[in-house]
């Protein structure tokens, strides 16, 4: 996973949005920019245990994701929201910082991802592992 520092404080968001025919969190924040997180990036990138690991180097790998939807968005205190994903995935939760941190780097972060996904031999396509296709010699009627 792309390694960055997270800031130590972040914005909190005015508005979060929850749009499922485009499957993207809108997230606006006061006098800054209004950011859109595909579902499957926030899915991919989820701060739980079982994407990131317990440790540094222990990340999962997500794949299957592409069209991963929200079922629920819930408010966790005054610091954050966890989201229901459509695949049971609901213990990752999203503080202010983390979020922020996903939405100002998430062109870096998803280039990260397609580049450990091509690497682990998902390059056509994210959901399904590339085919190696074995040659075979071509037989004549009978003859091996």
Known sequence: MAES?????APIPTRLIVHRGSRKLEIAY??????F???EFLRVYSPSAEVRGHGPGEDVLQTGKRD???????????????PHFSDGHQSGIFDWVYLYWLATNQDK????????LEQAGYANGRDEP?????????CDAGKL
Do not use: C, H
Not at 132 to 137: Q, S, V
């Open 130 to 138: 590339m085919i190696t296709i074995e040659k075979t010699r071509r």
């Open 109 to 116: 972060l998803w280039d990260d991802y397609l580049m450990r």
């Open 5 to 9: 520092v997270l800031p130590s404080t």
């Open 68 to 82: 991963v939807d929200i079922m629920a968005l819930e408010p966790v205190g005054n610091y954050g929201v966890q």
């Open 37 to 39: 997180l595909p579902f």
């Open 30 to 35: 006061e006098q800054e920019d209004t950011f």
